[in-house]
């Protein structure tokens, strides 16, 4: 055979192999992100990521505070934007003077505080940036009471974890909005209920009347419209068991720190 | 250890007797025997006829990759092909891109869009610093879909940006593992002194090599045994300032670890334009792959395949002269 002959050759095995490798690999990457087995193997990444994330990161480190230059004009808001059920519609309508944050589940004290006696506990206000899943960062400035501060209140049974919060809000299946932080992050001084965004009461689009803010994490964490918090040992039995909407909905990672 | 095999009888290795080093790029330099000829002879052409050793050329085997580098650099490929694909389909999820910490949406850096014209037609437009582009067909609007980058780019296909992450973030900490493993070795090995940094004279001969390389002509014989200085500069820059860039910028889109490292908010200038300098530092490894594999088989595809599984790699020495 003549060098140039065999090059040839060389060439259209090469290409053929190259095309093929890459179409088999694609439709292969689509097939096996439908499979049962190996997503849950690529999910093993979250808990490195969780175990590293929390070695290198001091309990109480502050997520950075901006200044009141940096916020941004426009907030914008995602997911749920408006309940759109009658009961928040009823809320609304009374100015939500009816509201209440229940916390309950394995605490020795249950309490249910009225939104304006969160207001007359010690708040705190920040200015921090919010980042999306997607991709996309806003700045803001928040204020409410930290949580640290009710949970001292109703004193969580030693077995409790888990803080759940329970939302108003509702999909269109009727299926309600929940997530859920580890009980040890709760207590961090950032971690707020917030009732004021840019000094104005919370409007609808961003969770009026209450939010979680929970700065070490995405925004799908930070739940809106919190009616109840729940505090328990495991999430397994808890709406589809990975401790929050998303998560169970589109497999949107629970330890949301990256 | 190298060895050698001389094509054509009668002939004598002559000078190249002699161990040559594991490492090619290593070894003694022979005694000078300049201008090389053009090999003209391919590498694994089996036997000659005696009568042609006038012109036969030596054929000699050196051990150019050791097994941890081989290793690496496969597991490198799917790694990096993940890493990147998975990475387009979050892109999509917001596809813009923004300097500072906030998304400024009505100025990005950078945004590819589905937009509509007067007529109701739906194109797919990039804009860059507010200069618009028609990217029909690939960017912003392609087989009839809304999405940034094509269906053929992502991983998964479809735009799923949950599991585009679950692998991105998988295969994150694969490519820092695979990283760590490959950095710890060519450090302890001197595989980054001896073969991967520039040495001056390499330094010297960098306008020589460009017009080189601008035509095509990639060193032959004993130059062909070590990294030329274009090959060592862009590995030293991809190794050592893209990979770190990308990890650290990746790494800068945590807000837990931003919480744990505000200096890298600093470092980058805001967590969104980490963002922008990730996606970056993307096409960076895509236009040095696209290079890298061009240059693999322009400069003998088989025997470079071959060098990078089994180590060995062949250099042809006109013989005889």
Known sequence: MIPHERAMERRQFLKGTLGAASLVALAGCDNLSQTSWFPSILSKAEKLTERVQRAVTPANALAKEYGEADISKVFPANGNTDPGTEEYAEHVAKNYSEWTVDVVGMVQTPISWSLAALKELPSRTQITRHDCVEGWSAIGKWTGVPLGELLRQVEPLPNAKYAVFHCADVDEDGIPYYESMALADCYHPQTILAYELNDTPLDIPHGAPIRLRFEQQLGYKQAKYVMMIELVETLSGIAGGKGGYWEDDQGYEWYAGI | ?321
């Open chain 2, 1 to 321: 250890m190298a060895s050698l095999i001389y094509e054509g009888a009668g002939t004598s290795p002559g000078q190249e007797g002699g161990p040559i080093s594991e490492f090619a790029m290593r070894s003694e330099p022979f005694p000078l025997k300049e201008p090389l000829a053009p090999a003209h002879l391919i590498a694994d052409q089996g036997d000659i006829p005696a009568a042609r050793s006038v012109s036969a050329s030596v054929v000699e085997r050196v051990y150019r990759h050791r097994l941890p580098v081989r290793i690496s650099h496969w597991l490198n490929v799917p790694i990096l092909i993940i890493l990147i694909m998975s990475g387009l389909q979050i892109f999509n999820a917001h596809p813009a891109l923004y300097w500072d910490d906030r998304s400024d949406r009505e100025h990005p850096f950078i945004s590819i869009r589905p937009m509509k014209t007067e007529s109701g037609e739906m194109r797919g437009i990039t804009t860059i610093l507010g200069y618009k582009f028609d990217t029909t067909g690939v960017l912003g609007y392609s087989d009839g879909k809304r999405r940034a980058f094509p269906a053929w780019a992502t991983i998964p296909s479809a735009k799923v940006l949950a599991m585009g992450r679950q692998w991105h973030l998988f295969f994150a900490w694969a490519l820092v593992i695979n990283g760590l493993f490959f950095m710890t070795y060519a450090w302890l090995s001197r595989h980054v002194t001896r073969d991967l940094a520039p040495t001056g004279k390499d330094l010297r001969g960098i306008g020589q090599a460009v017009k080189d390389h601008v035509v095509l002509r990639h060193p032959k014989g004993e130059e062909a045994k070590r990294y030329n200085v274009l090959q060592k500069l862009a590995y030293v820059v991809i190794l050592f300032m893209v990979a770190p860039l990308i990890v650290l910028t990746g790494l800068t889109m945590s807000p837990t670890i931003d919480t744990a490292f505000p200096w890298l908010l600093t470092l980058f200038g805001g967590r969104q334009a980490a963002r922008t300098v990730h996606f970056i530092a993307c096409f960076t490894f895509v236009g040095f792959i696209v290079i890298h594999v061009l240059e693999v088989i322009l400069t003998g595809f088989f025997n470079n395949i071959r060098s990078m599984v089994t180590g060995w790699f062949v250099v042809k020495h006109e013989a005889g002269r």
